[in-house]
């Protein structure tokens, strides 16, 4: 799925930012990032189509993942174009997380 696939890209990335390849972890990152904003939570958008409370407790996990690792991978690349002196990618990275939260 879109999100598997956005998580093992992070991943990816993370190995990458270790390494100090910044440009190439940005990359992933971005790529991660393309997958979740492929990524539908269900044909009626962000709200839980089933009224049953176990369908609603995983909906809601499914959620908080799709949130957590979408800010996640903006602020990654953020740090990654402040470490490629990008600065007003830097900043727009920076901004779309903080819009995030």
């Excluded at 890209?9 to 390849?21: N, R």
């Amino acid at each position: 799925t879109d999100l598997k696939d956005a998580q093992r890209l992070k991943d990816e990335g993370a190995d990458l930012v270790k390494q100090a390849k910044w440009a190439l972890a940005c990359s992933k990152y971005r790529s991660a990032l393309s997958h979740l904003e492929g990524y539908t939570i269900g044909s009626s958008g962000r709200v839980c189509p089933s009224q049953d409370p176990e369908y609603q407790a995983t909906w809601s996990g499914v959620l908080e993942q799709h949130a957590k690792l979408e800010l996640a991978c903006q602020l990654n690349v953020a740090l990654c174009r402040l470490k490629c002196s990008e600065w007003p990618e830097a900043v727009e990275a920076a901004s779309a997380a903080l819009r995030l939260v």
